[in-house]
């Protein structure tokens, strides 16, 4: 497993984000979509030029950019400060770790995850928390085997499916 480079994505990194999140997005999520022109309408929403620019200049958000060799294989997005929903508590917000296809099960997740966790409790996070589709066993089980549990059950709807995403958290403090 080679190291990675993980930094802090600025704006001038918003196209390259772009296409990662789009790539890695489809290869980890198209199966999960029973309707291909809603799911292309979401990542057009997610992955907007604009969208991103704007959140990579936000200080309440966090992106990270990792790269092998010069070349981005994956991201972070984290929000700070972000309510639970299952009580009044603040903490980071995990929304978005993600890797290249080609790139998955070789140890880099934990990099980026590490990456995460040394920054949320460097900016004095209680907790870090994310939400993850129940259908997604393989996500599921990464953030639960560190140390995430399972703390409430919330329903996802679209124009076209009903899913269950489970909140999963960790404390920091």
């Not at 620019?53 to 010069?70: F, K, R, V």
């Not at 066993?137 to 996802?156: C, H, N």
Request: glycine share 6%.
């Amino acid at each position: 497993m080679r190291m990675l480079t993980i930094r802090t994505a600025g704006v001038a990194d918003a196209a390259t984000l772009q296409q990662v999140a789009r790539e890695s997005y489809l290869h980890h999520f198209a199966h999960l979509w029973q309707v291909a022109a809603e799911m292309e309408e979401f990542l057009a929403e997610e992955y907007n030029r604009d969208t991103l620019e704007a959140e990579l200049a936000n200080p309440d958000i966090l992106w990270l950019l990792a790269e092998s060799e010069g070349q981005p294989i994956g991201f972070a997005k984290v929000c700070w400060d972000r309510p639970r929903p299952d009580n009044s508590e603040t903490g980071a917000l995990l929304q978005k770790l993600y890797l290249m296809p080609e790139q998955t099960g070789q140890g880099y997740g934990n990099q980026l995850w590490d990456a995460v966790l040394a920054e949320a409790r460097r900016r004095g996070q209680r907790s870090l928390w994310l939400t993850v589709l129940q259908n997604n066993p393989r996500a599921r089980t990464f953030y639960l085997r560190r140390g995430m549990e399972s703390i409430q059950t919330l329903p996802f709807s679209s124009a076209s499916q009903r899913s269950l995403m489970d909140v999963l958290a960790i404390p920091l403090a």
